[in-house]
């Protein structure tokens, strides 16, 4: 059973719009989110971590986690056609070094 | 920045041959990692390493093995590759936290 479920699929938002993408943990033993990038034809590359209730903003990037509900969400604000990619929600226990990745929301920015 | 280089970058190869995928990092990180993407998919981990000459099995292990033999260099290797195992395979090495990904091998099996 898969730890990590994401939506939804597939995002299209316009230029200077607000992009928000969903994440769910099914396992209360794994709880800290991070949220990774792929543009097409690269390798992942680590957007940001949140391992707190509440907010963390990084630039026009803002999670918000709920541990009660294990839930956390992925705003862009001002969506630019650069922020087209793969996003994946990933969690992670404080016991290994596991991490467990979603299967990812295909953000399409239009000009 | 953190660096994570696979080589080949793409390979394709026959039914019932051995092919063997190679990951370095300069990185210093104890933890290395190989995953395995199918088109429009997610990250599935297929084995994984926290110290030189020891490795474990990820979430779908079956085809494929590893060998770490320093803390640098990390590969997987498909001793009888089939048509199931066309993929794009990534490489990440990590110091307990953010994981970094290497650029990814295409590997096409006819």
């Known amino acids: 059973q898969q730890k990590v479920q994401q939506s939804p699929e597939s995002l299209s938002v316009p230029e200077g719009g607000m992009a928000s993408l969903n994440c769910t943990s099914s396992?209360?033993?794994?709880?800290y989110f991070w949220w990774y990038r792929q543009h097409s034809g690269e390798g992942p590359k680590a957007l940001m971590?949140?391992?707190?209730?509440g907010d963390k903003k990084e630039g026009r990037f803002t999670a918000h986690l709920n541990k009660a509900s294990l839930h956390v969400s992925l705003h862009i604000r001002d969506s630019q056609p650069s922020d087209s990619a793969l996003y994946f929600c990933?969690?992670?226990?404080?016991?290994?070094?596991?991490?467990?990745f979603g299967d990812g929301t295909q953000l399409v920015v239009k000009p | 920045e953190a660096a994570v280089t696979q080589s080949p970058r793409s390979k394709v190869a026959v039914t019932g041959g051995k092919v063997t995928l190679s990951c370095h990092q300069t990185?210093?990180?104890?933890?290395m990692y190989w995953y395995r993407q199918d088109t429009g998919h997610g990250l599935r981990l297929i084995h994984y390493?926290?110290?030189?000459?020891?490795?474990e099995k990820g979430d779908i292990p079956d085809g494929y093995k590893a060998s770490r033999p320093s803390q640098e260099n990390f590969s997987l290797i498909l001793e009888l590759a089939s048509l199931s195992q066309t993929a794009v395979y990534f490489c990440?090495?990590?110091?307990?936290?953010?994981?970094?990904f290497g650029p990814g091998t295409r590997l096409t099996v006819l």
């Open positions: 396992d209360r033993n794994f709880q």
């Open positions: 971590s949140i391992f707190s209730d």
């Open positions: 390493s926290y110290v030189a000459d020891s490795t």
């Open positions: 990440a090495s990590s110091d307990r936290d953010e994981q970094y």
């Open positions: 990185n210093n990180h104890d933890y």
């Open positions: 990933a969690v992670s226990s404080n016991s290994n070094n596991r991490i467990f």
